[in-house]
Every structure is written in structure tokens, then in C-alpha cells.
């Protein structure tokens, strides 16, 4: 079992030295910066700075009325990610801005261009995060 996860995590890039999903990103929208990294077998990313100046600065959309004030910076937005073949599969993302958790996945279409794509039933919308920084 191991064995077989380090293979994966190796053709994912995060042990070969070759471009990875792992660092930061900047959404779609420019709003915030995502900080992508190993969660035990599997990848996760938190929201580590929110750049709108006009969004809240706590997680007002969120349907649990009691995480409804915990600060926005720090929140997990993307979890259980899982490399399969060139993508990252079987994860979740939460939206803030919506309030929702959705089923999602992951692809490096480049070194500097991470699509992330969310579903809702069977209907899928991506969104293309660029990298900021260096690994």
C-alpha cells in the first residue's frame, strides 16, 4: 500500500521535482490565494489570504449558522484530493462566497495554470487558478 501511494504521489510531481499542484494559487476571480498541500494521502488546500476588499472577512454564507464567524483566512476549501492518472480526483471544494461544498477535481493544465473544476449534480464549471510564486 505504501509502495503504491508513493508511485502516485511521485507521477504527481510532488516527488519527482516536476511541476505539481502543490503552492500557492490565485482564484479565478482574483479574490483570494489558495495555499495546496499534502493532507495525509491526499491533497487539501486553505484559503491563507482573502484580496477583496469588499468580501467579509468570516465565513457569512456557511448553511451551519455556528461557523458562521470563524475568520475566512485559515478555512480548508479544498479536501481529499486524490492523484489519479494526470489529475487529482474524488476531492471536495467549499465556496465561501456561495456557502456550498461541491464534488470536484483537479488538473495542471500547466506549470502555472491549476483548472479546478466543481459539480453539482452532473453539471461541471471549471475554473482556471494561477500559480503565484515558485514551489
Not at 26 to 43: F, M, P, Q, V, Y
Not at 74 to 95: K, N
Request: aromatic content about 6%; some cysteine; proline content about 6%.
Amino acid at each position: 500500500m505504501l509502495a503504491g501511494g508513493g508511485a502516485a504521489w511521485a507521477q504527481s510531481g510532488a516527488a519527482s521535482g516536476e511541476p505539481s499542484v502543490f503552492g500557492r494559487w490565485l482564484t479565478h476571480d482574483k479574490s483570494g490565494i489558495i495555499e495546496i498541500r499534502r493532507c495525509g494521502n491526499a491533497a487539501c488546500g486553505t484559503l491563507v489570504k482573502v484580496l477583496d476588499p469588499a468580501a467579509p472577512r468570516n465565513d457569512a454564507n456557511n448553511p451551519d449558522p455556528a461557523l458562521r464567524g470563524r475568520d475566512l483566512v485559515g478555512i480548508r476549501v479544498l479536501s481529499g484530493f486524490t492523484p489519479q492518472g494526470g489529475r487529482w480526483e474524488d476531492g471536495e471544494a467549499y465556496d465561501p462566497q456561495a456557502g456550498r461544498t461541491v464534488r470536484a477535481r483537479m488538473t495542471l493544465a500547466s506549470p502555472d495554470r491549476l483548472d479546478v473544476t466543481g459539480c453539482i449534480l452532473v453539471v461541471c464549471r471549471t475554473k482556471h487558478w494561477t500559480r503565484v510564486g515558485k514551489d
